[in-house]
Nanobody, 118 residues
Framework: QVQLVESGGGLVQPGGSLKLSCAASASIFSVYTMGWYRQAPGKERELVATITSSGITNYADSLKGRFTISRDNAKNTVYLQMNSLKPEDTAVYYC????????????WGQGTQVTVSS
C-alpha cells in the first residue's frame, strides 16, 4: 500500500505562483508513473502532468509553459510548480501513482485545494 500526501495548496491571486508537493510513503519512483490531476467544481477530473520512472514528462496541452512537474528521488516527493495562475486553475489537485506495468495498480492522494482569486 502506497500513501500519497499532498501539500502546498492555498489561495493565490491571478498571475501568482504556487508549488505543490506530493510525498510518497515509499521509494516508488522507479516503478510508478507519478502524476498530478485536478478537479474543478462540477467538472471531471483531468490530467495536469505526469512524470515517468525514466523522467519523461507529459503535460495537458493547455498548461504547457505554465506548469512544471519534477521529483526528488531522495525525498520520495513529486512537485508541481504552477506559474501565471488563472482563476480557471481553481480546483482540487490530486497526486497519483500508477504502476508502469500493472496499470490497474494506482494510488491517489487526498487532494489539496488551489484557489485563484483576487
Amino acid at each position: 500500500q502506497v500513501q500519497l500526501v499532498e501539500s502546498g495548496g492555498g489561495l493565490v491571486q491571478p498571475g501568482g505562483s504556487l508549488k505543490l508537493s506530493c510525498a510518497a510513503s515509499a521509494s516508488i519512483f522507479s516503478v510508478y508513473t507519478m502524476g498530478w490531476y485536478r478537479q474543478a467544481p462540477g467538472k471531471e477530473r483531468e490530467l495536469v502532468a505526469t512524470i515517468t520512472s525514466s523522467g519523461i514528462t507529459n503535460y495537458a496541452d493547455s498548461l504547457k509553459g505554465r506548469f512544471t512537474i519534477s521529483r526528488d528521488n531522495a525525498k520520495n516527493t513529486v512537485y508541481l510548480q504552477m506559474n501565471s495562475l488563472k482563476p480557471e486553475d481553481t480546483a482540487v489537485y490530486y497526486c497519483n501513482a500508477q504502476h508502469r506495468i500493472i496499470l490497474l495498480v494506482t494510488y491517489w492522494g487526498q487532494g489539496t485545494q488551489v484557489t485563484v482569486s483576487s
